[in-house]
Structures are given as structure tokens and as C-alpha cells.
């Protein structure tokens, strides 16, 4: 069954710091390229970052470039986001997803998305 979990969300002032983790299980992890995508409240899906199979390459939307950075450590099935400089903008459903910018959605049907984690960027 495959699972993606994600964690590390919470309140944090602007200005501050998260860092998100995606625990993923029951598929061949290291063989995907892996995004974060995010759903502000009453907005649709954005994607935000992808990251190669590899972890050499990496990708951002302009909204989060510079501030956020996408890694992986494929020993431990395991993508992260972390996140400096946080705005009130970037409050949001975060989710993890296998895929880059332009295919991170066409496995979502198939079972390969979690919950996400909750980031509220507020003072």
C-alpha cells in the first residue's frame, strides 16, 4: 500500500522557520522525482518544488524561490521542505506528491497522496 506521510507542519510568526518531512512507503521512492505542492484555505492546488530521483536537481515556483529548500534522503524514503522566511501568504495545506512540476498530480487518483500538514504563518 503505498503511503505518503506528511509532518512537521504548525503556527509560526512571520519571519520563522518549519521544516516539512514526507515519509513515503510502498513504492520504490528513490526512483521518483518528488514535488511539494501546497492549498491555501478557499485556493487551489500550487505546486512549489520538485526535486530529481536523485536529489542533484532541483526546481522552484517563483513564490517560494530563495526561501524555501527541497532535499531528500533516499536511504530513508524520506522528501523535506524546508522553509525560512515564512509569510502569512504561505499559509496552507502541504502536501508531498511523486512527480515534477508538470506530472506531480497524474498519480493522485492512484493512491499516491497523504493528508498533508497544516502550516499557519501568523503573529
Known amino acids: 500500500e503505498v503511503q505518503l506521510v506528511e509532518s512537521g507542519g504548525g503556527l509560526v510568526q512571520p519571519g520563522g522557520s518549519l521544516r516539512l518531512s514526507c515519509a513515503a512507503s510502498?513504492?520504490?521512492?528513490?526512483?521518483?522525482?518528488m514535488s511539494w505542492v501546497r492549498q491555501a484555505p478557499g485556493k487551489g492546488l500550487e505546486w512549489l518544488s520538485a526535486?530529481?530521483?536523485?536529489?542533484?536537481?532541483?526546481y522552484y515556483a517563483d513564490s517560494v524561490k530563495g526561501r524555501f529548500t527541497i532535499s531528500r534522503d533516499n536511504a530513508k524514503n524520506t522528501l523535506y521542505l524546508q522553509m525560512d522566511s515564512l509569510k502569512p501568504e504561505d499559509t496552507a495545506t502541504y502536501h508531498c506528491?511523486?512527480?515534477?512540476?508538470?506530472?506531480?498530480?497524474?498519480?493522485?487518483?492512484?493512491?499516491?497522496w497523504g493528508q498533508g500538514t497544516q502550516v499557519t504563518v501568523s503573529s
Open positions: 526535486i530529481n530521483s536523485g536529489g542533484g536537481t532541483t
Open positions: 506528491a511523486p512527480g515534477d512540476r508538470g506530472s506531480w498530480f497524474k498519480l493522485r487518483d492512484s493512491g499516491y
Open positions: 510502498g513504492f520504490t521512492f528513490s526512483n521518483y522525482d
